[in-house]
């Protein structure tokens, strides 16, 4: 397999930022004796001590940087994703003479190994983390890297051991690529999410499909079925939507790879024969969202020479993350949902739909509301009005939210989560779900959601004594 690469002969490297993309871009720099400066906006204790370690090894840092502006030489600077436009360091950035690259286009440019990369607005964990387990089970060297948690420029720093890195990309990280050819990819799905950084949905799209704009074969290429049909995808496609894999969970078969009316994945081979690979009730992935999740980890896993019937043995045994529809406890008759990795309206939607099993009664004492990313939440009211008895809100929208969903069921605000958890747990009767699936950002009351996720499970821990 060839890998596409794009030469690098910088001498020197900036750094924007000290959070965990820059820290890798920064030791991958170091680790190719190039001059490397580092530059962040804030000044804490954790920041302060991964200073230090940079600069025992060469490294020139500073933090508590506030200008918008760099007078010094720099020959490449790379970004990490996590920062704005409009904020210091991406004014700076916008104004430096050399070229930007994202992290990911970084840690890319030095891969010795094929890269596997998974985008969409939902989904990409657990898809990323699923087909990284396949592989892994199936005897092939792989790790999973990217927004995942482990920075592609850290990753790229052991490829030459491996067969494979599987990616989880998102948006911020696309946008200062330029040159970011994976092997295969996968669009998972898009829906509304970050108006807060994107002008609106066009602008957030054209980030997403930056993943395919280096590629050069349509035939690596994993799309959902509908976006294999709109014209901005098909147009970012290198040959057109033509022999790209499509997959859907709807009950339709014209793709190559579904979900039949019996609930079995099945694979449409290019002969068209269908082939049974696994059935859904083996897998412990919950919900409809989690089987398309499912579809796409099999076709790159195909595509990176596993059959499906030897990826699907190990797929039976892959379990999601974390904070992604987990179960907690059940006491009194009461199930304790944590979805606290919903951060947008789709997948709030998408966790109502698992929780309630689809009755159309209103069981579930939803807990939702965080930081505001200007997103519409109107399209949820019909959903809202029939398996919803009441909406526990929290966070800095929660009043918005009130506004736009108090016709249709019952809400209340509250200032914490734990004093919301409170109202649902005394609210709950045998047979409903307290389910905390926020469908918004936690930055302005938790670091992120993992953090939101285990305050929500200490909670209730509290109130039922797990």
Not at 6 to 26: E, H, I, K, M
Not at 131 to 158: D, F, K, T
Request: proline share 4%; charged share 25%.
């Amino acid at each position: 397999m060839q890998v596409v690469k794009v030469p690098d002969t910088a001498t020197s490297v900036l750094v924007l930022g000290l959070g965990r993309s820059g820290r890798a871009a920064a030791e991958l720099s170091l680790e190719h004796d190039r001059r490397t400066v580092v530059l962040d906006s804030a000044d804490s204790a954790k920041l302060r001590d991964r200073a230090a370690a940079l600069r025992a090894r060469g490294a020139e840092v500073i933090l508590g940087w506030s200008s918008t502006r760099w007078d010094r030489p720099a020959e490449l600077a790379v970004i990490s994703p996590g920062i704005g436009a409009e904020s210091v360091l991406g004014r700076l950035a916008a104004g430096l003479d050399c070229p930007v690259l994202s992290e990911l286009e970084y840690g890319f440019r030095h891969c010795s190994c094929p890269v596997l990369a998974i985008t969409g607005t939902n989904g990409k964990t657990t898809t990323t983390q699923a087909a990284a387990h396949c592989l892994v089970r199936s005897g092939r060297r792989v790790v999973a890297a990217g927004n995942i948690g482990l920075p592609l420029s850290q990753a790229a720093r052991r490829s030459s051991e491996l067969e494979f890195i599987v990616a989880e990309v998102s948006s911020f990280q696309l946008e200062r690529t330029a040159g970011f050819a994976p092997y295969a990819a996968a669009f998972l799905n898009f829906s509304s999410d970050h108006f807060d950084r994107y002008g609106g949905m066009s602008d957030y799209l054209a980030a997403k499909l930056r993943m395919f704009r280096w590629m050069k074969r349509s035939d690596r290429i994993v799309l959902r079925h509908d976006l294999s049909a709109d014209g901005s995808v098909q147009a970012a496609l290198p040959d057109g939507v033509r022999g790209t894999v499509r997959f859907r969970s709807d009950g339709k078969t014209d793709a190559e790879w579904f979900v039949s009316g019996a609930g079995v994945l099945c694979r449409r081979t290019p002969a068209g024969r269908i082939e049974r690979i696994v059935p859904a009730g083996r897998l412990k992935m919950a919900g409809r969202h989690n089987l398309e999740n499912a579809l796409a980890a099999l076709a790159l896993c195909e595509l990176a020479g596993v059959p499906p019937r030897e990826a699907s043995v190990a797929l039976a045994d892959f379990s999601p993350g974390r904070h992604r529809l987990e179960p907690i406890a059940t006491a009194g008759g009461v199930r304790f949902i944590n979805d606290s990795k919903s951060t947008n309206p789709d997948s709030l939607l998408c966790a109502l739909e698992t929780a309630s099993g689809a009755t159309g009664e209103q069981t579930i004492l939803l807990i939702a509301g965080g930081l505001d990313k200007g997103l519409d939440y109107g399209e949820l009211r019909p959903f809202l009005a029939r398996w919803v008895r009441e909406v526990f809100l929290v966070g800095t929208c929660r009043e918005r939210l009130a506004k736009q969903w108090h016709d249709v069921v019952s809400c209340q605000a509250f200032a914490s989560l734990a004093a919301a958890v409170d109202a649902a747990v005394d609210a709950a009767c045998p047979g409903d779900t307290v389910l905390l699936s926020p469908g918004c950002s936690s930055q302005d009351m938790f670091s992120d959601y993992m953090e939101r996720g285990n305050a929500f499970c200490e909670q209730i821990e509290r109130r039922i004594g797990t």
